[in-house]
């Protein structure tokens, strides 16, 4: 079992930057692999990108390709997200999550979620 808190949300400008961490605790927390979310006012949750237990493998969205870089680092029990180019579509709540089986991340169905940090980009 893990316990996930992100931090690091805040209000910029579009183009503008930021980066996100979460903090992982729990048993063997090195073995799972993290996630970041994201909800905007009025839609569903959506996945943003994921990373392996090792870093090694990284997944995604098509609509933060390119801008976003997710990593971890495994001694610091810590995930990060570095988001450059932001635009008003990015805002939303950011969540941060964790499962022992990547399809789960890629599935949007992560066992354990953290709660949530607040992203709001202004246009």
């Known amino acids: 079992q893990v316990q996930l808190a992100a931090s690091g949300g805040k209000s910029v400008q579009a183009g503008g930057s930021m980066s996100l961490s979460c903090s992982v605790s729990?048993?063997?927390?090195?073995?799972?692999?993290l996630g970041w979310f994201r909800q905007a006012p009025g839609k569903e949750r959506e996945g943003v990108a994921a990373?392996?237990?090792?870093?090694?493998?990284?997944y995604y969205a098509d609509s933060v390709k390119g801008r976003f870089t997710i990593s971890r680092d495994n001694a610091k029990n810590k995930l990060f997200l570095q988001m450059t180019g932001l635009t008003h579509e990015d805002t939303g709540v950011y969540y941060c999550?964790?499962?022992?089986?990547?399809?789960?991340?890629?599935?949007?169905?992560?066992?354990?979620w953290g709660q949530g940090t607040q992203v709001t980009v202004a246009p």
């Open positions: 999550a964790a499962d022992r089986l990547w399809s789960n991340l890629l599935a949007r169905k992560p066992t354990y």
């Open positions: 990373i392996g237990n090792s870093g090694s493998s990284t």
């Open positions: 729990g048993s063997s927390s090195s073995r799972y692999h």
